[in-house]
Structure formats: C-alpha cells, structure tokens
C-alpha cells in the first residue's frame, strides 16, 4: 500500500484545515487507518483511528471534539477534518495503515506510512 497526504498548510488559530490521504496498491477496504503528528521535538503521537468499516472512530483526548476522522472506500481515501486549531496542532500529520480491521493506536502496529504534511497554526 502506498499511502500520500496532502492538504497541509498554513492556517489562523480557530481555523480548520482538512487533510486527505489517498492509497494505492492492496485493497484499501482491508485496512484500519491512523493519523499522527510530530512536532518538531517531539515523538510521534497519536491523533484519530478508523476500522476498516469505517463504523468505528478513535481520537485523541487533545483532538476529541475538534477533528473527526472519515474513509471513502470507493475513493481509495481517508481524511481528517480539523476545525477550530489551534497553535498547539502545529505538527507535521502523518497517515498509517494497518491489515487489522479493528482501531489501531499504537504506532508499531501500522504497516504502512504516507510521507507526511506539514500544518501551521498561528496565533
């Protein structure tokens, strides 16, 4: 599975910013998929989760309530919508995929990884 973000960017704080990843390779509908952030410093940490169904979402306690996580299986793609940013998300946001029709929250668990995408928020 090969797996790219996009949809980065700059943004004011209380803005919102949707980032999408698209996949390509194995068949997609097998396949739990993750977001992560790093920011600069920092370890890689954890932001929202799908099932493979798309019935069941996960999120982050930093993130519930702000960003909501989705899958269009006939696009091939999963998104995660965040509104109302703020500094603190500053990160570059990584997608995951794992063979696992369940959530998965640990970064070692993910099989693939797409190669990143940098968002800003200004305060």
């Known amino acids: 599975v090969q797996l790219q973000a996009s949809g980065g960017g700059l943004v004011q704080a209380g803005g919102s910013l949707r980032l999408s990843c698209a996949a390509s390779?194995?068949?997609?509908?097998?396949?739990?998929m993750g977001w992560f952030r790093q920011a600069p410093g920092k370890e890689r940490e954890f932001v929202a989760a799908?099932?493979?169904?798309?019935?069941?979402?996960y999120y982050a306690d930093s993130v519930k309530g702000r960003f909501t996580i989705s899958r269009d299986i006939a696009k091939n793609t999963v998104y995660l919508l965040m509104n109302s940013l703020k500094p603190e998300d500053t990160a570059v946001y990584y997608c995951a995929a794992a063979l696992r029709a369940h959530i998965v929250v640990v970064t070692t668990e993910y099989d693939y990884w797409g190669q990143g995408t940098l968002v800003t928020v200004s305060s």
């Open positions: 390779g194995r068949t997609f509908s097998f396949y739990a």
């Open positions: 799908i099932s493979w169904s798309g019935g069941t979402t």
